[in-house]
């Protein structure tokens, strides 16, 4: 079972940029598809970016220009930057690949 752990959420305001990073352990083998969900209050969670073992990205239509998704396959890291953020964009932000997730990270843009 692959353990997920993030970090680097927090409060930032409109306009601002925040890095978020995961890192994948307990599992010996290659991970596949990483991905960035989120949820905020009282919707459900989504899509935010994934990214493939070779580096095939796929983002959320909102978030296309704004935010990266780049991954490490030596490290068994995934990262998120996010510039530009927008008060839509506060919500629990969670790691995931293929069955597994991480326990989340809040992000609030608010001023």
């Known amino acids: 079972q692959v353990q997920l752990v993030e970090s680097g959420g927090g409060l930032v305001q409109p306009g601002g940029s925040l890095r978020l990073s995961c890192t994948a352990s307990?599992?010996?083998?290659?991970?596949?598809?990483m991905g960035w969900y989120r949820q905020a209050p009282g919707k459900e969670r989504e899509l935010v970016a994934s990214i493939s073992r070779l580096g095939n990205t796929n983002y959320a239509d909102s978030v296309k220009g704004r935010f990266t998704i780049s991954r490490d396959n030596i490290k068994d890291t995934v990262s998120l930057q996010m510039n530009s953020l927008k008060p839509e964009d506060t919500a629990i932000y969670y790691c995931?690949?293929?069955?597994?997730w991480g326990q989340g990270t809040q992000v609030t843009v608010s001023s």
């Open positions: 307990g599992r010996m083998i290659r991970l596949g598809v």
């Open positions: 995931n690949e293929g069955v597994n």
